[in-house]
């Protein structure tokens, strides 16, 4: 029986992988520049056998065919880049690269997507059609290396039924894996903002055009667009996170600069909030007196579970894993470009829980002591290759 040989072959070489997982660990690099980890991926499907080519400079697409290839395409992805964070965890496999850290939990995908195409790849004559296997550079920033794959290509020759990928989440107890249907994670914006006017001599405010008190209403303003132009119904977000301006007591800076986010989960709200935002900060800007350039960095779009496919996934996990292992995960205004690939085929995003309390692993992702409870690797690879193997989707 195909589920019970992946579960045989997931738990036989998890130690393996397990090793690799505190390679990739020890060796993090940040997006787009994942040179080390793509020649280790490029090393490892070459070990197996498994051809592949390589996009977006980093990228790696490898291609594995069963029995009847190209009767049914899967594309399974993991993404490999690492963050700007400082490590604090004292484990033997710590970050060698100082200020740089898998503090999301890309080198468990990595290690996950690794081990699911070594078990598909052993098993090749059980299961048919073909499995995409794309391990992704630069999923932390803009612009997303989803969106540079696509542009060379990555859903044609062949272009995959449906697509998959996971996240680790440090919320929920390791053994067990969540899913929802439809928008699951929000659209992420930049926002940076210049505000410009005549300085001077903090005791003569008459004088001067006051950016720090411009740069103050226009904050509070901004706000008002959540609040009374969105849909009640329709999660969004605009945070200011940061406020550069002045050096001293006593002048009165002639240029403040912002910087924030803005998050939806609603596409068309997304950009007509957009034209709000401009309208509002030239607006009341200019009418005290300043200037103002503004850039709105566009960045990844939601994340839209296919509700047919997520059904179906679903019922493939709880054959899997049992029925008590499987949740319903929640809406999150984090952002992924996973989404990019959801605007353009059928994708499932879901959740591998890898948090164990007892082992005091309960740190966030983007944090210096994020961690995981290891024994979610095995569960992670035999899931992926499950779905690789028996997801039927016709769109």
């Not at 395409?73 to 970050?95: C, G, T």
């Amino acid at each position: 029986m195909l589920q019970q040989k992946i579960k045989q072959l997931a738990k036989k070489y998890a130690p393996e992988f397990i090793s690799i997982r505190h390679h990739l660990h020890a060796h993090p690099e940040l997006s787009y520049k994942e040179f080390e980890t793509s020649v280790f991926v490029q090393k490892k499907l070459t070990e197996w056998n498994i051809p592949f080519e390589i996009k977006a400079s980093t990228g790696v697409v490898g291609l594995l065919n069963g029995r009847h290839p190209g009767k049914r395409v899967i594309a399974l992805r993991a993404d490999m880049d690492a963050l700007p964070i400082k490590e604090e965890n004292r484990v033997p496999y710590k970050s060698l690269r100082e200020g740089v850290m898998h503090a999301c939990g890309h080198d468990v995908h990595t290690t996950i997507l690794l081990g699911a195409a070594k078990i598909l790849g052993e098993l090749k004559n059980e299961w048919e059609g073909t499995v995409k296997l794309i391990f992704q550079p630069g999923e932390e920033k803009n612009p997303g290396g989803a969106s540079l794959l696509i542009k060379e290509g990555v859903l044609e020759n062949p272009r995959p039924a449906a697509i998959f990928g996971l996240h680790v989440h440090p919320g929920l107890e390791t053994g067990k894996l969540s899913f929802r249907g439809g928008r699951v994670m929000a659209s992420a914006d930049e926002l940076y903002m210049t505000i410009r006017g005549k300085g001077g001599h903090a005791a003569a405010p008459h004088t001067t055009v006051d950016t720090i008190l411009v740069a103050s209403h226009l904050i509070v303003a901004l706000q008002q667009i959540i609040s009374r132009n969105r849909n009640p119904f329709s999660p969004s977000v605009l945070s200011i996170t940061s406020v550069q301006g002045g050096h001293t007591t006593n002048v009165i800076p002639s240029e403040v600069k912002l910087m924030g986010t803005f998050r939806a989960m609603d596409e068309n709200w997304r950009f007509q909030a957009h034209e709000l935002i401009r309208k509002l900060a030239t607006e009341l800007v200019h009418s005290m007196g300043a200037e103002i350039d503004i850039n709105i960095d566009v960045g990844y779009p939601v994340v839209y579970n296919n509700e047919e496919l997520n059904t179906l996934a679903v019922r493939k996990a709880s054959e899997f894993m049992g029925e008590e292992n499987v949740l319903q995960t929640e809406v999150r205004m984090g952002s992924e470009d996973f989404g990019y690939y959801t605007q353009q085929i059928p994708g499932c995003f879901y959740r591998l829980g890898v948090m164990n309390i007892e082992q005091g692993i309960v740190s966030g992702v983007h944090t210096p002591t994020f961690n995981i409870d290891e024994a979610a690797i095995e569960t992670g690879m035999g899931m992926m290759a499950w779905l690789g193997t028996t997801i039927e989707f016709n769109t």
